[in-house]
């Protein structure tokens, strides 16, 4: 589920998004990664971000759930634009949707800068900047009919009007030669995939 057999070999370093939810992040990162594993704590997403490409960083990021907020909230995947290295999201958790007395709730987003391995039951995720003022549902209209099968969108505007950002969920993970990347239209520059994870599974607790 995981991208790359580093993630879950042990002995990586995390890096957990405080703010609000950080305790339940750090809680939920504890529960899946185990809790001994190493964790560097940061006030923002760019700060915890920026801790997987620096020399000696964490392998593993964990962020509060996606959303349209500003910097300190769900607007992180913005900072997703290409980097180097790459960023992507790998996994969404708890992977175990039900939870039991006890356990922490909430959900958060783990992003490495290796991509994800497909589970046989997964989302992707792409960054898509749009010309113009389309509306939500002409975004989805392009993607759907590209061939893809979306489930979800966020939207950023960018400083400057420099067009709308929009980040799409979509069935499937998808490769970056995916011909129906280039059949988007709308767009001002190449759609670019960022990731994608597993479905939660519902597990009766």
């Known amino acids: 589920m995981f991208g790359?057999?580093?993630?879950?070999?042990?002995?990586?370093?995390?890096?957990?998004?405080?703010?609000e939810g950080g305790e339940a992040r750090l809680a939920l990162a504890r529960e899946h990664f185990g809790p001994l594993t190493s964790?560097?704590?940061?006030?923002?997403?760019?700060?915890t971000l920026a801790d997987l490409t620096r020399e000696g960083g964490a392998q593993l990021a964990v962020l509060p759930p996606l959303g349209e907020g500003e910097d300190a909230q769900g607007g992180w995947w913005r900072m997703?634009?290409?980097?180097?290295?790459?960023?992507?999201i790998i996994a969404k958790i708890p992977f175990w949707t039900r939870r039991a007395e006890g356990l922490p709730v909430g959900e958060a987003y783990v992003v490495a800068t290796v991509p994800p391995d497909a589970s046989g039951a997964d989302l992707g995720l792409m960054?898509?900047?749009?010309?113009g003022e389309p509306s939500r549902a002409r975004m989805m209209e392009h993607v759907t009919n590209a061939g893809?099968?979306?489930?979800?969108?966020?939207?950023?505007?960018l400083p400057g009007d420099a067009g709308l950002l929009a980040l799409v969920e979509v069935k499937n993970l998808i490769a970056p030669e995916d011909p129906r990347l280039s059949a988007i239209a709308g767009l001002d520059m190449p759609a670019r995939v960022v990731g994608g994870y597993a479905l939660p599974l519902n597990e009766t607790a």
């Not at 960054?127 to 010309?131: D, E, G, Q, V």
Request: proline fraction near 8%.
């Open 4 to 19: 790359a057999a580093l993630i879950i070999e042990g002995g990586q370093t995390m890096a957990v998004c405080d703010g």
């Open 39 to 47: 964790v560097r704590r940061h006030h923002n997403p760019s700060q």
């Open 80 to 88: 997703l634009a290409p980097t180097s290295p790459a960023l992507y």
């Open 127 to 131: 960054t898509l900047l749009f010309s």
């Open 148 to 157: 893809f099968e979306p489930t979800a969108l966020w939207v950023k505007r």
